[in-house]
């Protein structure tokens, strides 16, 4: 589809473009509606982009009571997705592109694009048709946990490329694809088409519930479509090839019917397909239209699409080398752009701008602080479920909250008086691939034990608690466990940063997430990592990163002589990204930094010789 199909894309009768960004995830759907801001020839803006509508949908997935089972009806994605456009249609009034003979004046908001954002890793399997034939296997699901240990090893010597896919984790897809053949064979025998959850969303989104009315009606299927992106995250993508490793697929699947099945892999800016007939109908676009009457099919254009972590760093502007974010939940996750591929030290990861996503993820991030705050500061009675609401607002008064714990924990200077906290309560760690890991307070003294006790006391801080922790040393640990987990993250830029080389070079953090709220983390994540660190704004990063693919693609797509052609980075650097004013540098004290340095180094000793030995 040329661009001459879609008329006055961006300046007719002065409308307003607007591109839709959806990020499917694992608990729900969420969209954001972006108007991108304008710019001459020299790079300069002269019109500010911005966020004009949101939306979510949110679903579960499927129960089940097999283990290490997680599962979704793709089905719902769908409708999740359709929920959130019709939405974001009807309340900013979005209509599609007017012709070039159109006589309005009026101003209008004209959709112009979409991007979809998908969860990685997970396996959708569709018929001939293009129509699931299971349930999607997640992310999370590791059913296929031998299978990845044969991947590993076996496959990965069978083709003499031992070592190389050492990433390869039991929640890739790859994994799942040939637990399937073993365990599905009769689902197997029947799938046409293997592809990623925004894979197949972009899928449908092009027609395939549009009985013929499509722009690509006349096609007697439409062909699934992935990106580098994603596509690196499935176990079978070579990035230093930039292509599917054939050997390593045909070695998992001998009949030929995996590499059959894989979609195309498309560039950055490239645009797999249009938003079908059927679908402007279902969302309010396109209310009295017959499409089996229409001559003229209004085009909205549907970018490339990507993975979750791809279209994050697209939202938050990580699109240069010398920057990575820092997203702190309930696992920590570190990625950044690299100039080189990375080795199978941490995931290899493409990016959304054709270079390299390197990727680190620890498990053990802030549930490790609930966990703390939960059993040392308000024991049993912090978890009571009580039904009276007089007595709820009077147990709520009574828990510790984490800024309380915080403030607590200040009292302690860094290092923690020599106490260390090893942070893996999940059980086991990915990053260092250590399963058999435990948590583990080390090199505690009767010294260090009574200063923990008596500094700070609860009179000495400023929340309205009237009773202590249940631990006298809750303050202690609080910070010391936040040190562990900070040496963590530490310990996974240095392995990245040995995994790409010069390529990967990050001189300042984007952090997010729940955690990145705590000041006194801010400092040490600082401090201890030894960059700067910024804040942005916007919490559904993902979405706002489709939404800026959408643009970016279809900019290009509009390109001619007279326009620059802009890549995906430029692109991005030129839209509007609220950050936080406050951007905190390390520290300049001497003394902070070389106790932070010694407990990394205590940090380090503890945890090669406790489990050290527990490598795969």
Known sequence: ???????????????????????VGTQGTKAIAYRPASTTSSGSSTKRGGILGRASAS?????????????????????????????LVTDLGLVVAPSSSSTSKQQQNVL??????????????????????????????????????????EAASAIDSAGKWDHVLPGFTSPKVLWTIKNEPDIWDQVRWCVLPHDYVNLVLRGVYDDGYSPNKHEEIIIPTTDRGDASGSGIFDPIRNQYCMELVNTIDPSGRYAKSLPQILEPLDICGSLSMQWMKDIGLLVDANPSETSNIPYIPISAGGGDN??????????????????????GTIFGVSHS??????????????????????????????????????????NEDNSSSSEDAESQKKRWTHDDATEMAMHHPPGCHGITFLPYLTPGERTPDWPHASGAILGLTASNMALAVTNPTIDSISCDKDTPPVNPMAGLLYRAAMEGITYLLAEGVSTMKQACGDGFQPNCLLVVGGGSHNQL?????????????????????????????????????????????????????????????EVVRPT???????????????????????????ER
């Not at 589809?1 to 990020?23: K, V």
């Not at 499927?62 to 994605?77: K, M, R, S, Y």
């Not at 969860?119 to 018929?127: A, I, S």
């Not at 205590?602 to 010789?609: D, E």
């Open 588 to 614: 300049s004290d001497g003394k902070t930094l070389q106790l932070y340095q010694e407990g990394r180094e205590q940090y380090r000793v503890y945890s090669a010789k406790l489990f050290g030995n527990s």
């Open 310 to 331: 791809m279209c994050s760093a697209l939202g938050v502007g990580c699109v240069e080398p010398g920057m990575a974010v820092l997203s702190l939940g309930t696992s």
């Open 1 to 23: 589809m040329t661009m001459t199909d879609r008329d006055g894309l961006f300046d007719a009768n002065n409308n307003m473009d607007i591109f839709i960004g959806i990020d």
């Open 521 to 581: 983390w801010r400092q040490m994540l600082a401090d201890v990592l030894g960059m700067e660190l910024r804040f942005p704004k916007e919490s559904d990063s993902a979405a706002l990163g489709a939404a800026f693919q959408a643009g970016a693609a279809v900019d290009a797509a509009s390109s001619n002589e007279g326009k620059e052609k802009l890549t995906m980075e430029e692109y991005i650097l030129r839209q509007s990204i609220e950050m936080e004013e």
């Open 112 to 153: 112009s694009g979409i991007g979809i954002s998908g969860q990685q890793h997970g396996m959708v399997l569709l018929d001939s048709n293009n129509q699931p034939l299971r349930p999607a296997k997640l992310w999370c699901d590791v059913e296929a946990s031998g299978e990845f240990n044969w991947i590993r090893t």
């Open 59 to 87: 679903y579960s997935l499927l129960t089940t009571d097999i283990a290490g089972c997680a599962e979704q009806d793709p089905n719902d994605w769908i409708n999740a997705v359709r929920f959130v456009l019709k939405t």
């Open 341 to 382: 591929p990375p080795s199978s030290q941490v995931a290899p990861f493409a990016d959304a701008c054709g270079r390299y996503l390197p990727l680190v993820c620890v498990m053990s991030c802030t549930g490790v602080l609930n966990s703390v705050l939960d059993s040392f500061f308000n024991g049993a009675a912090g």
